[in-house]
């Protein structure tokens, strides 16, 4: 099953290139009260809300993916944990590369383990990225996104995947710099998630997926979650060992080689094999910036 959330909060499936309104299940979750939990409610409860969500299409008002503009498929997610250097092919590069590396020895995931973006961060596909920083290297990475469905902590490998609720794409935009990740990749709109969520049982091998990016029409990235050095089992196991993931939570993958600079009124196209694939506006001016400028 494909869901989204658009609109502006509106709950919708996804299927034969419509979108059916099915906003009534969020009906379903139960009241908030405070203080918050640390997770997403509607991807807590999703084993139980898919078959009323089918049903809710029946007679649902429909609108053409075209026509909709796609929020964050994550509302809440009470962490984004992103994974460093996780292709090898990423690694020599970022060595390479000064632009990258700033004068940080470029080793290992194992050695730089795993960071965190700020859930302020977070945007849909629908929303303009806005570039801050002009005088700096502002960078696109593609990446597989993992949606944590249920609760786990130290969870073993071999039962990492059953807590995994669906697969996004993702894009961790970051701002190159001598700052440890978490603060240059944590600027508002700089972890973008979407176009919807699929769901885990839609997805045969999830390190067996295509990925690839485009900017302005120009292939920038093309690889295969194949060669993730930590894959998603591992990874899940990883971060749980640090960290109790709760539903929602995001975990990027990392990105492959060829990750680049953007600049404002850049047209962003990334996509994931059996997942989706969006286009993204970078905004045509720089935070604090006018376009007429």
């Known amino acids: 099953m494909k869901i989204c959330r658009f609109n502006g909060g509106r709950l919708g499936v996804v299927d034969a ?3 059916y309104d099915v906003t009534r299940v969020l009906e379903r979750l139960p009241p908030q009260r ?11 409860a999703l084993p139980q809300l898919r078959e009323p969500m089918r049903q809710a299409m029946k007679g649902a ?6 026509t909709v503009v796609f929020d964050s498929p994550v509302a809440n997610p009470g962490k984004i944990i992103g994974a460093p250097i996780n292709y090898a092919d990423h ?15 470029i080793t290992s995931i194992g050695d730089w383990g795993l960071f965190l973006k700020a859930g302020s961060a977070l945007i849909g596909c629908g929303q303009d ?18 949606v944590i469905g249920s609760v786990c902590r130290q969870v073993r490998r071999k039962d990492a995947m059953a807590h995994v609720a669906a697969y996004a794409v993702a894009l961790d935009m970051t701002v190159r710099g001598t700052e440890f990740q978490s603060f240059r990749k944590s600027i508002d709109t700089y972890a973008v998630l979407g176009p919807w969520l ?3 049982d839609e997805i045969a091998d999830p390190d067996q997926l295509d990925l690839w990016l485009r900017v302005n029409g120009q292939p920038r990235q093309q690889s295969n979650t194949r060669h993730l050095v930590y894959d998603v089992a591992r990874l899940i196991e990883y971060a749980s060992s640090f960290y109790t993931l709760q539903p929602g939570d995001v975990i990027m ?12 009124g850049d047209r962003i196209e990334a996509g994931v094999q ?20």
């Open 253 to 264: 993958t990392g990105t492959p080689q060829g990750v680049g600079p953007v600049l404002p």
């Open 91 to 105: 690694l020599a590069e970022s060595k390479a590369d000064a632009g990258i590396a700033h004068g940080r020895k």
């Open 61 to 66: 008002q429909c609108h053409a993916v075209g």
């Open 198 to 200: 699929v769901t885990a």
């Open 17 to 19: 290139g419509l979108v």
């Open 129 to 146: 990225i806005v570039l801050r920083f002009p005088d700096r290297r502002n960078d696109h990475e593609v990446e597989l996104g993992v």
């Open 274 to 293: 059996d997942v989706g694939e969006f286009e993204i506006r970078v905004a045509p001016a720089y935070a604090g910036e006018s376009a007429a400028a």
């Open 34 to 44: 405070y203080p918050l939990p640390q997770k997403d409610l509607l991807i807590e």
